[in-house]
Nanobody, 119 residues
Framework: VQLVESGGGLVQPGGSLRLSCAAA?????IGWFREVPGKEREGISC????????YYTDSVKGRFTISRDNAKNTLYLQMNNLKPQDTAVYYC????????????????WGQGTQVIVSS
């Protein structure tokens, strides 16, 4: 399983970023997690591939939007109105997704992309 995240960077509070997760043909990314030092990786958004339903953790609802382009086998996370507390390494996950804590061993992971929200 190969997943490659991109799109992270340094952005000021209130700014936007769009993360991408390009997947190899044998991978099917379905969610985004994030991790900060000293804390467990947490699921922040999942997408249901059968009906396209999207799910979000409360802290990002109304600001983040998950989507996928099946033709490109790529998962996206549009992040708007970013806040300093969104600073983290963001990972896309294949095969498993959960909002909040979950069984991280069930997922396949990319290498992550760093997002820093700071003025």
């Amino acid at each position: 399983v190969q997943l490659v995240e991109s799109g992270g960077g340094l952005v000021q509070p209130g700014g936007s970023l769009r993360l991408s997760c390009a997947a190899a043909l044998d991978a099917y990314p379905i969610g985004w997690f994030r991790e900060v030092p000293g804390k467990e990786r947490e699921g922040i958004s999942c997408i249901n591939d059968s009906d396209g339903s999207a799910y979000y953790t409360d802290s990002v609802k109304g600001r983040f939007t998950i989507s996928r382009d099946n033709a490109k086998n790529t998962l996206y996370l549009q992040m708007n109105n970013l806040k300093p507390q969104d600073t983290a390494v963001y990972y896309c996950a294949a095969d498993y997704c959960a909002i909040g804590t979950g069984d991280l061993n069930k997922a396949s992971w990319g290498q992550g992309t760093q997002v820093i929200v700071s003025s």
